[in-house]
């Protein structure tokens, strides 16, 4: 059986022409008695977990206790997951510390009704197993690992909204075989599993759940047009000498990349040459995060994310800018390294589709303002380039482009 970007138990074109009122039924048997009438003719990349009353006060209090829940508790004993659940940066079990707020992603955001830019919170959930099945359908796969989740406000109401882990795989991970349903599976478990734990950690809390979806609508003629060469770009090098590669060089690589990016104290803009102005470009990070096979160097930048989330807080998510870097399994001989990013020009075109002509319509931006995003896939892929271009030359590293 082809894995159609169908993460589910029913056929793509099933899922986009009938929905369900519930995630079960009296029903034990597999009739159609389980499908509502409902027509639900696209998907969408984003999922609203839950509101909470609250601020932009609220957030961090809120996401350090989702993050402490995942760090403190074994999933797999408490709540009969298959596999133990860690937040990135944070797994005790690799010898990292759980270093609270750190662990997280500040994203600044944009808030109209409030005319205020105020920090939101990332938090990057991370679980091995499925990460492995993931990345083992290609190592490019890595920097779209759907496991993202977002604590943001609206001055009311404190929100938690994360990707939604079918549609992502759906559409990130196209013509892959799945023979035996496995990814379907894992798709569906990551999203189920995800918002047991957000729920679970925040139980004492007054939630109210959501299913909201949020973001661009796919239709199964937009998912069926995809391909790995629109979403991925990768490059990869070798040694000039002829000698293979190790694990321990990619994940060196890695860190030289986050060297050139510096942190809040000391961003790329100094370090690198002829980024773009006031890109502020940074490691979210100190260290790379390390997924089975593949490390990951995240690239952030302040001003476009203002940017992005002047057009809608669902887009949190999406925003920070992966460099994954691997010794290619293609490559039996070990002697490539390969760089894969998640092309800027797809990420805008598609997962933020329409969002800069429905911010004009809203009046949260003006016809001035949305002509500077018209550039910005270029901009933010000539930076990474810049980026990872300035590490390679300063590596220590004896490597050359293929």
């Not at 109209?112 to 099945?133: H, P, R, S, W």
């Not at 490559?331 to 075109?349: A, C, G, R």
């Not at 949305?370 to 896939?377: N, Q, R």
Request: glycine share 6%; net charge negative.
């Amino acid at each position: 059986m082809k894995y159609t970007r169908l993460l589910g138990s029913i056929t793509l074109a099933t899922l986009l022409a009938t929905g369900f009122t519930s995630c079960g039924s009296d029903n034990d048997d597999n009739t159609n008695e389980n499908i509502a009438t409902t027509v639900v003719d696209t998907i969408q990349p984003y999922q609203r977990v839950l509101s909470i009353p609250g601020t932009s006060a609220d957030i961090d209090a809120i996401a350090t206790k989702i993050a402490e829940y995942v760090i403190n508790t074994n999933e797999k004993d408490v709540l009969g997951f298959p596999s133990d659940w860690v937040i990135a940066g944070a797994n005790t079990a690799k010898g990292e510390t759980n270093d609270g707020l750190a662990d997280m992603i500040p994203i600044p955001a944009w808030n109209a009704d409030l005319n205020a830019t105020y920090k939101t919170k990332v938090i990057e959930f991370c679980n091995g197993a499925y990460a492995t099945m993931a990345t083992n359908t290609g190592q490019q796969h890595g920097s779209a690992l759907p496991c993202e989740v977002s604590v943001h406000s609206d001055g009311t109401n404190v929100y938690v909204d994360m990707l939604d882990a079918s549609a992502i795989f759906t559409i990130f991970f196209p013509g892959i075989d799945d023979p035996t349903g496995g990814l379907e599976k894992m798709a569906s478990d990551v999203k189920s599993e995800l918002r047991t734990m957000i729920e679970t950690s925040l139980a004492s809390e007054n939630i109210t759940t959501s299913t909201q979806m949020m973001g661009p609508k796919f239709t199964e003629e937009d998912i069926n047009a995809l391909s790995d060469d629109d979403i991925y770009i990768v490059t990869s090098y070798k040694n000039p000498n002829g000698d293979a590669f190790t694990t321990a060089d990619a994940k060196k690589l890695a860190e030289e990349i986050i060297v050139k990016l510096g942190t809040d104290e000391a961003t790329a803009d100094t370090m690198v040459a002829g980024l773009s102005t006031n890109s502020g470009w940074r490691s979210a990070r100190p260290e790379p995060i390390p997924i089975p096979g593949v490390f990951v160097a995240e690239a952030c930048s302040p001003t476009y994310a203002k940017m992005a989330t002047k057009l809608g807080s669902e887009y949190i998510t999406a925003l920070p800018c992966e460099i994954t870097v691997y010794l290619d399994k293609t490559d039996d001989t070990n002697q490539t390294i390969s760089i894969s990013v998640l092309s800027p020009k797809f990420m805008f075109e598609n997962m933020f589709k329409g969002a800069v002509e429905a911010s004009v319509a809203r009046g949260d931006i003006n016809e001035a303002e949305a002509s500077t995003y018209e550039p910005l896939a270029q901009v933010v892929l000539d930076d990474l380039n810049k980026i990872v271009d300035s590490a390679l030359s300063d590596s220590t590293l004896a490597i050359t482009k293929k």
